[in-house]
């Protein structure tokens, strides 16, 4: 098997399991799904040769199984300074820069209440989105493609269909 067709298996594992994380209304559920898949797209760009992008996944792993017990602005901050760290020292180009950007959005979400958690994850996504068409990686195209619409349903699910059901009066 090519390592171009292993990474895109790779990253069907954490396509599945990512349509299904923004589904989640519960925030740990939502989170240990969203570490799981980063695991797996880390692997994915590190095949890819995509060092900067493997490294901030791979840190975006821990980051969700920390923002499971603690969201703080000092934590927030810290894997914001990793992020540069790692972009600095694997720095290639522009996928680098996009890659920092979009982690930014989606670290931020981490540290946030679920509305707004759920509006930086579809930025951040809609970033990757673009990192990944430049990269040429199919299914990687496919899962940001799918998380972002994903994330776009569950807030209209979430948000915009609650508040504009009519009260229920007993």
């Known amino acids: 098997m090519s390592v171009f067709i292993a990474s895109q298996v790779l990253v069907a594992f954490a396509l599945i399991i990512e349509a299904t994380a923004m589904?989640?209304?519960?925030?740990?559920?939502?989170l240990v799904l969203l570490s799981l898949s980063c695991l797996f797209n880390s692997f994915h760009y590190f095949l890819l040769e995509q060092a900067t992008a493997g490294f901030i996944f791979l840190l975006s792993?821990?980051?969700?199984?920390v923002n499971l017990r603690w969201q703080n602005l000092r934590l927030?901050?810290?894997f914001l300074s990793i992020s540069?760290?790692?972009?600095v020292f694997t720095y290639t180009g522009l996928l680098s820069?996009?890659?920092l950007c979009a982690t930014i959005f989606i670290t931020l979400s981490g540290f946030c209440k679920d509305k707004t958690m759920?509006?930086?994850m579809i930025i951040g996504g809609t970033i990757w989105l673009v990192?990944?068409?430049i990269l040429m990686s199919p299914i990687a195209i496919i899962l940001e493609l799918c998380f972002v619409v994903s994330g776009v349903v569950g807030f209209y699910r979430?948000?915009?269909?609650?508040?504009?059901a009519p009260s229920k009066k007993t």
């Open 97 to 99: 820069l996009l890659g």
């Open 158 to 164: 979430y948000y915009f269909l609650n508040s504009t």
């Open 131 to 133: 990192h990944n068409v």
């Open 84 to 87: 540069f760290g790692i972009t």
């Open 76 to 78: 927030a901050a810290a």
């Open 61 to 65: 792993s821990v980051r969700f199984l």
């Open 118 to 120: 759920r509006v930086l």
């Open 23 to 30: 589904q989640m209304k519960r925030k740990p559920h939502l």
